[in-house]
Nanobody
Framework: QVQLVESGGGLVQAGDSLRLSCAASGRTFSIYAMGWFRQAPGKEREIVAAIKWSGDSTYYADSVKGRFSISRDNAKNTMYLRMNSLKPEDTAVYYC??????????????????WGQGTQVTVSS
C-alpha cells in the first residue's frame, strides 16, 4: 500500500501563488505515476496535472496550462504542484493520487489506485 498526504493549501487572493506538496510513504517503489485532481462544491472531480514517476512526462488540463507546474522529488518521495496566477475558479479541494502499473489513463480518476485526504485551496477575488 501507498499512503499519500497533501499539504500547502490555504486562502489566497487572485493572482497569488501556492505550492502544494504530496508526500508518499509505504510501497513507493510501486508508483508508476501520480496526479493532482481537484473538486469544487457541486462539481465532479477533475484532473489538474499528472506526472510519470520517472519524471519524463507531464500532463496538464487546459485550464491550468501555463499557470501550474507539476514536479516530483524521488529522493523525498514527494510530488509538488506549483500554482501561479491563481483565479477564483481554482477554488477547490485538491487531491493527490497515485497509480501502480503502466495501464494509465492520466485524466481519469478511476485510473488511480491511491488517494490523499485533500487540501483546501480558496482563491478570493
Amino acid at each position: 500500500q501507498v499512503q499519500l498526504v497533501e499539504s500547502g493549501g490555504g486562502l489566497v487572493q487572485a493572482g497569488d501563488s501556492l505550492r502544494l506538496s504530496c508526500a508518499a510513504s509505504g510501497r513507493t517503489f510501486s508508483i508508476y505515476a501520480m496526479g493532482w485532481f481537484r473538486q469544487a462544491p457541486g462539481k465532479e472531480r477533475e484532473i489538474v496535472a499528472a506526472i510519470k514517476w520517472s519524471g519524463d512526462s507531464t500532463y496538464y488540463a487546459d485550464s491550468v496550462k501555463g499557470r501550474f507546474s507539476i514536479s516530483r522529488d524521488n529522493a523525498k518521495n514527494t510530488m509538488y504542484l506549483r500554482m501561479n496566477s491563481l483565479k477564483p475558479e481554482d477554488t477547490a479541494v485538491y487531491y493527490c493520487a497515485g497509480k501502480y502499473g503502466s495501464r494509465w489513463d492520466w485524466p481519469r480518476p478511476a485510473s488511480y489506485d491511491y488517494w490523499g485526504q485533500g487540501t483546501q485551496v480558496t482563491v478570493s477575488s
